[in-house]
């Protein structure tokens, strides 16, 4: 089974199916939701979205000794953050029972 791609525009036609709300307004509500989800990143806040998950960000230590995988030369990383996503329950529940076909 061949994994297809769900894209913000194709969430932005099912919205408009559904709601039968103006294309242009939910294109701009959901990029204010991101916008939000970002700025509250910037400044080191947890985003808990009920029911769906959450997301933080995690300081990832530097380290002296990192290889570049595409020239395979030794680099020095400096202490940086990474955004990470933790799945709620319900989410979790609901992708339990899934398995890959190979």
């Known amino acids: ?43 080191e806040k947890i985003i808990e979205l009920r029911g769906f998950g959450t997301f933080e960000v995690r300081t990832r230590k530097g380290r002296e000794k990192a290889r570049n995988p595409k020239t395979g030369d030794l680099v020095a990383v400096d202490t940086h953050g990474v955004a990470v996503f933790r799945p709620g329950k319900e989410l979790k529940d609901l992708v339990w029972d899934l398995r890959q076909e190979n």
Not at 8 to 29: F, T
Request: aromatic fraction near 4%; proline fraction near 0%.
């Open 1 to 43: 089974m061949e994994k297809t791609k769900l894209t913000k525009a194709v969430i932005i036609e099912h919205l408009h199916d559904k709601l039968g709300i103006n294309r242009s307004d939910i294109h701009q509500i959901v990029d204010e939701f991101f916008e939000e989800v970002k700025a509250g990143l910037k400044e």
